[in-house]
């Protein structure tokens, strides 16, 4: 599917001028003018950088909150422009700029606005190539116009107020960011050059104005040589992007100012002053006062106020400075982001007796200091813990131009999730995103607009090296610190992000800490190895101040915090990028803050990342939100869905990790000391603040029902203190006869009780409103001392209580009182089950050992290592008659029946107890016998015997390489049998496909075809991308016929009957018929069987199920890697709701530790629902369920995870019947990255692990669960399941 635009409606919004329409173009470039593709040109004719701030003319404007355009100073640009666009470089309609030009024809483009959201062109997703050939400076498109690199002529009429033209004033024109390069005309005069996509560019128009219409002509180039800085991982769109206005300012004024501000009250500022052609000197001194900030920004009483004397330097430059001791000031950090606001006024030239005043400028101001002390971070004398994430600026709606609703709702939404910190990546963000996190409190890595990862790492190749390119790196860093040096919530400037290391790299950091030394310098490409590595610590270079490693794993924290806990020379780490949130991700989360814990040298790190990218756009009338390949034709460039790793969606809806971001780095952590009398620990992990601001509850569940709470008494930790608490109110032991509240006045005695104390903060603060839950735990308390209760073992049943069995060739059907039960002779499944006539199963209840792929699974290669499970969910086998017991005598019907899962050698054992209670599931899972096996689908890594070295695909995926001497993550390669399932023992003499995984980033996988090339004789081998049945070679043994063993030896001959055979030769991968003997042999090495990734079964009920309860973890889904955020008790809601609808479809829903599931139907219907309940007959342990609306198919991608049948969330339809799944265990979800990290070991299932389960399904009518207190009543039924006694061991 390719989207080629947005839509008929967004199309015809605008006119685009093509190249055949006539309008005479002229290039103004390529030849004449190179400067667009010149790396040292990084800009001409525009004002030096300067902090972001805005003058008014009187102190009344700047003190009103009432924002710029309250100014007559002011002039507002932003609206739709004239706008003509191009495919092709530089190439404009003639004398477009000029003022006489007739633009009648072209249509508008909205300011700011991304071309290719409004009808041109089209957008584009690389991950780490760019979407153009690889060759600095030079642009060729790698799609199939390799001259495609449009340009957008933008021209606007506007006339400036009649006092702006007197000459007292000078006039600035503001373009706040344009992407990539662009020149600026007015009135047909040239006024500069401008590159960086991310910063602001200022001319001054002053002497270009006329009285009345003026014209402002502006061309933009989408990729100049600029964008080999701007490959970050993100949309490649064009446009002008921020605010554009003009303003107006005295011919003397203030052009800079920089504002310190320490933790000691101590502030300095340091202005630097215009002249203009007054020759005059300064009569006055700049004034400087100081307020504190109040609520919503109102401004107090003054508390200081002092001078500075006005220095000329030059005729055209004066300087000013002041330092003031501030006492009793409140300290900013983003848990108490205390600010003032300093005024600095210029006055006006004149006497002092009727001077008045030049303008007014307002600053917000937080007093703290950042330093590195004894190998930590500090924070106005105190170690920091960094709760980050990365944030790219984003709106589905309008691209890379974000509004303040938006900003305001991100940091609402980070605030409320227990974030403190953001990464702004990878370039500087709008100026009024640090204003929003100085005033709502947020530590800031603000970082330079500079990534060339698509340019590769090493130091003969990085641009970080080449000194052409020195001037674009120092542009970039350098004006981004002077635009941003006054903000309280900045703690690090940032270097770049993925661009290398080398001599620019040093002079930046140099310049740096040369400029502002009140500062952190982080760069994670910092390092001596080319590389960053998962699980080992790199040596570390010079030019950043810490440790900032991206992806680690774990274990390479842990590794690093018992190295370095007592160094005080050691860098602190913080990462950069972890936790990678791809979808159904962000496993093992906990983990990670564990070993954060316990070291104060890892203090903490940026999650990756903040929100999925996806465009809202629309597929076959459904609302989606695209991603990578869903513009453009077949050959624009993509990484697919690699830009949808957020932990909210593209309108801001929380993704289910984002739960448990929060409730992991909650800075309220609680832990059990004596339960049973009520006591816990509270440990106040907050950097700055006591508790005070919290209040404290408990509350106390029965079945996940509750049943009691209070409140604690009052309490205040200071920061980073513990004390113990108890709970003085909890009811008295035996719950069940002090709790009135529970059905019958006495609870049942295997009745399960819980106890979760939370803490809300009590009043609002700031975006947090009164009440909102800030921390929370949960903790399972000893039941009550059990009257033990008799398992059922009648010796006879009455006679309307005897199952009645009846066998037919083709099923056996059991019938108990209105329950009437089919399990089919031939598979062995539970075909249906009817009450009262009313069938519930739409299809059988079958064995399910496969989960929808997701991304993480993807990048684990995990679609093709586990195919064999996949194939085996749909091919089992009898491997014994189905074995009936009547069970006229005891009341229970059983039927056992033992099943072979697939070719892969293991097996599952069923027995169907059918009873008054319903029908009971017991299940043993028998894996394999551990071993190796050569087999078909399965991976295997080919290893030439001559050369010790095996075969992989290389980047970007075409060449063939012999390299490696390990069995590592990129030598997968899959071998596959023609005409024969997966998990088939190779044997000799087969044809086989050989398909390898290749990538760096799992937005780069790609499975490759290995095929001889069609020449005759020596020919290399090519990657060519065909899928698996499409065999090239014939595999035979050496040793000759039978199956092939693990470590054989062995020849791949292609099939086209030229006798070529697969080799290495002088290093080469080639299809050859030389002499070559050793060459051609490869030791077929095996991985050995990996478990499945998941273990269960799954039905399909009848149309009608609507709703849902359960008693288990919720309200959103949970896995055995990520369930913290999901707390025990009970949930209901529509079953359409349980579904989760990632961007990418994929497993999702999952309700881990559930003890029962009801699935409700439509009230009228003769039944009321299944009861799906883990039962205590075999294990004590709760299962996971889940249910949806949707075939689980619809969530599931084939071995190319491009060619899923449904790729978008938005496309998925619902079906009247529902979909259920009971399991017994799942692997994990994984999230140290998803490019070839599996969960960790203790969330995989193991390969030898056998397990033995049980769960009733138990249809229930509307007359059981009636009853005055309905939240009690699927819970009394649950109960009164019979308590059967363990059969004998199942399958023996």
Known sequence: MFLCGLGKAQQQTVEVLREDDGVPRSSLGLAEDCEWFDPNAVGRGRESARASFFAYESGELATSNAGPRSSSRFLDLNGRWKFAWSPRSCQVPTGFQEPSFNDAAWGEMPVPGNWELNGHGFPIYKNVHYCFESNPPFIKYSGADP??????????????????????????????????????????????????????????????????????????????????????????????????????????????????????????????????????????????????????????????????LVTARTEKVAVASASFRCS?????????????????????????????????????????????????????????????????????????????????QDIKLMKAHNFNAVRCSHYPNDPMWYELCDEHGLYLVAEANIESHGIGFQLDETLAGKAEWRDAHLARVQRHVERDKNHPSILFWSLANEAGNGVNMYDMYMWIKHRDPTRLVQYENARRDPAWKTNDIERIDSNTDVYCPMYPSQAKLAKYGELYEGSTSALPLIMCEYAHSMGNSVGGFKEYWDVINKYHVLQGGYIWDWIDQGIATTVNGKDVWAYGGDFGGPDTPSDGNFCINGLVQPDRTPNPALHEAKKVMQPVAFEAVDLRNGRIRVLNRYNFRSLAHLAFSWSLTADGVEVAQGALHFFNIAAGAAADVEITSLPARPFGANLPLIAGGQAPDFCEYHLLVAARWREAHGCIPGGHEEAWEQWPLERDQPQVRALSTASSAKADEAPRVTKSAASVLVAIGQMLVTVDRLSGLLTSLKLGGQEMMAGPLQPNFWRPTTNNDYGACLQTDLACWREASRNMALLQELEVEPGSATGVAQLKVVLGIGMTGSQLAVRYEVSTGGVRVCAKWQPATPGMAAESGNVAFLMCKATATNLDVGVPGEVVRARWKDNGAWQHIVVTAEGFPAGSPLRHGYRVALQATTGQTEAEMLIRGLIPGLLVGRVPVEASGLPADKAAWTILRVLGHGEVQPNDEVIFEAIDGSGRCLAVVDGAVVATDGPHHHSKIFVFQVSGHMAPPRIGFRGTLTKGFTHVEWFGRGPHESYVDRYESARIARFEGEILDQTFKYVRPQENGNKLDTRWMALKCQSGAPCAGLLVASSAGVTDACLSMQCHRYPLEDFDGPAIKTQQRISHGGELRARDETDFCVDVAQMGLGGINSWGEKPLPQHMIAHDQSFEWAFWLRPFTTEETRSDRPALALAALARSLPRLPPSPAIGA
Request: glycine letters at 10%; charged letters at 25%; proline letters at 4%.
């Open 147 to 308: 001259e495609y690199n449009p340009t957008g002529a933008y021209r606007r009429v506007f006339e400036v107020p009649a006092q702006w033209l007197e000459g007292k004033l000078e006039v600035f024109f503001h373009v706040g960011a344009v992407c990539c390069g662009c020149k600026v005309w007015i009135n047909g005069e040239e006024l500069g050059f401008t590159t960086d996509s991310k910063l602001p560019t200022e001319f001054n128009i002053t002497m270009h104005l006329r009285k009345g219409k003026n014209v402002i002509a502006l061309q933009v180039l989408c990729w100049s040589a600029g964008a080999y800085l701007e490959d970050q991982d993100m949309w490649w769109l064009a446009g002008i992007t921020r605010d554009v206005y003009a303003y107006a300012r005295p011919k003397r004024h203030i052009r800079d100012i920089q504002v310190r501000a320490g933790a000691d009250g101590m502030l300095q500022v340091d202005a630097e002053l215009s002249l203009g052609d007054i020759r005059e000197p300064v009569s006055g001194p700049l004034v400087f006062e100081l307020f504190p900030r109040g609520q919503e920004g109102t401004i107090a009483q003054r508390s200081c106020c002092f001078q500075a």
């Open 328 to 408: 009793g000031v409140r300290l900013w950090s983003a848990e108490e982001p205390n600010l003032y606001t300093l005024i600095v006024t210029l006055p006006a030239e004149g006497s002092a007796v009727n001077r008045g005043v030049a303008e007014v400028i307002r600053f917000s101001v937080g007093f703290r200091t950042v330093e590195m002390r004894q190998g930590r971070l500090l924070l106005n004398g105190q170690e920091l813990t960094i709760r980050g994430v990365n944030r790219h600026e984003f709106d589905a709606q309008t691209g890379h131009v974000v509004g303040r609703e938006a900003m305001l």
